[in-house]
């Protein structure tokens, strides 16, 4: 069973940095400062294993706090490879995308983003998506 791996990237950042909420869906009003972590493709890799592609986003209230953020989530998503971590092995981190800054479209507040790329492990500790 092939489980939903962002719940539990969210609890893991949030166990891991302090003072920031991580959250699925950005919040109105959104918070000066945010992490985001959004499922945004992958492939399964038959037959007990996928890639889970992700994107985290960081809003702060400047360029180098947003980066800060980013860069502290990509140190933890790094850590993650070969471990279980997230309840089920992963093998491999890989980064699609590294952090880069660009402006909230609707707020024009600083955000930065990273996509990366989890090689997972089929496992029934991640529950599946309802």
């Known amino acids: 069973m092939f489980g939903d791996v962002a719940p539990a990237l969210i609890a893991y950042l949030a166990d891991r940095i302090e003072g920031v909420r991580v959250v699925s ?24 294993r996928e ?4 994107d985290i986003q960081a809003w702060d209230t400047s ?8 860069l502290a989530a990509r ?14 092995a992963c093998y491999r981190v890989e980064e699609l995308l590294a952090p880069r ?3 909230d479209p609707v707020t024009n507040s600083p955000v930065a983003w990273a996509t990366y790329s989890l090689l997972m492990r089929a496992d029934d500790a991640v529950p599946p998506t309802p």
């Open 51 to 54: 890639t889970v592609r992700l």
């Open 25 to 48: 869906r950005v919040p109105d009003p959104r918070p000066p400062r945010l992490l985001q972590v959004r499922r945004v493709g992958g492939a399964a890799v038959p037959p007990v």
């Open 75 to 88: 140190t933890h998503v790094w850590a993650l490879a070969g471990t279980s971590l997230l309840g089920a």
């Open 63 to 70: 360029d180098p706090a947003a980066m800060q953020l980013a």
């Open 101 to 103: 800054l660009d402006d």
